[in-house]
């Protein structure tokens, strides 16, 4: 097959382990930095140009990983491969809808995903009303597009919760509001889905002096088995948003697994780390099963 990875940057550790495991099972594979795409479109017909070169005809399959700072234009690039019919492991849609976390926990919701009690609002007016409505506090707020755990904040009190919002408000900031749930321990679950697997799955939990459980905020993981129902809400995430490689992450709690987020450019360091699988070869292998190569 020929495949393209999607990246801004060929040291990144996930864009090497897929490189290089596509490249060992005997593939031909390019990394294409998509912020250096060019979209033309001319007379009903479309162009992608990346180094002079007219690109939308040469790969079979296309990887992106597309991260936040990028999100619009590399879901264009996405977009025009698909309009081409070039399988792509992450739909255009779907890396909008997940790179926004309110849209995917409104798809989530709709579809009788469980989630943590969720509110989301631009009102300053009535913030005192909008924490009642989580029972009050502490609170999880929320960045809408934040990543890593980043623009991820415990407010522990009414007071300090309403002095976050109003700020978050008044800078036109875009948060969401979440229930915190005590029992998790500020513990959290990735699932690694492929196609209609989960083919790996770690705990991660937060560092002493962090409630956050992101291994990119000093977190630490280890290998689980998840259970039947985990598996379940993971795999019908990943098919509502149309990510045949995602990660998805739940918080376990007193009522059951609960939805957190879904990620349509999953990071492969850690989770390889703590879990010793080789994602890598169950994205190459899933493709090889499941694309056919263009003639």
């Known amino acids: 097959m020929n495949i393209f990875i999607l990246s801004v940057s060929d040291q990144i550790y996930s864009t090497q382990r897929i490189y290089k495991e596509a490249n060992r099972r005997g593939h031909k594979v390019r990394i294409i930095n998509h912020l250096k795409c060019a979209i033309k479109l001319t007379n009903g017909k479309s162009e992608i140009i990346y180094d002079g ?37 992450a739909s255009s849609a779907g890396i909008l809808q997940s790179q926004n976390k309110v849209c995917t926990l409104q798809i989530m919701n709709r579809k009788n995903i469980p989630l943590p ?76 889905v492929v196609g209609n697997k989960v083919v790996s799955s770690m705990k991660r939990k937060g560092s002493d002096d962090d409630f956050r459980s992101n291994i990119h905020q000093g977190g630490s993981g280890y290998k689980i088995d ?45 989770i390889e780390a703590y879990t010793k699988d080789n994602i890598a070869k169950f994205i190459i292998k899933f493709l090889e099963e499941n694309v056919r190569t263009r003639v």
């Not at 991820?152 to 700020?167: F, G, N, R, W």
């Not at 969401?176 to 749930?181: D, G, K, P, R």
């Open 53 to 89: 070169e007219n690109i939308i005809d040469i790969p079979d399959v296309i990887i992106p990983r597309i991260g936040a700072s990028a999100t619009r234009h590399g879901a264009a690039v996405v977009k025009e491969f698909e309009m081409n019919e070039v399988y792509s492991t």
């Open 117 to 192: 009690d969720t509110v989301f609002s631009v009102n300053p007016e009535n913030i005192g009303e909008q924490i009642n409505l989580l029972g009050g506090a502490p609170i999880i707020i929320k960045l809408q597009e934040g990543t890593h755990g980043s623009g991820v904040i415990l407010a522990e009190s009414k007071k300090s919760a309403k002095s976050i919002i109003d700020t978050m408000y008044n800078t036109n900031t875009s948060i969401l509001l979440q229930e915190f749930i005590q029992e998790s321990n500020s513990e959290d679950v990735r699932a690694f």
């Open 226 to 270: 998840l259970s039947p129902e985990e598996k379940k809400i993971a795999i019908k995430a990943a098919q509502y948003l149309n990510l045949p490689i995602t990660g998805v992450d739940l918080v376990r709690s007193k009522r059951g697994p609960l939805l957190i987020e879904v990620n349509s450019t999953p990071g492969l360091q850690g």
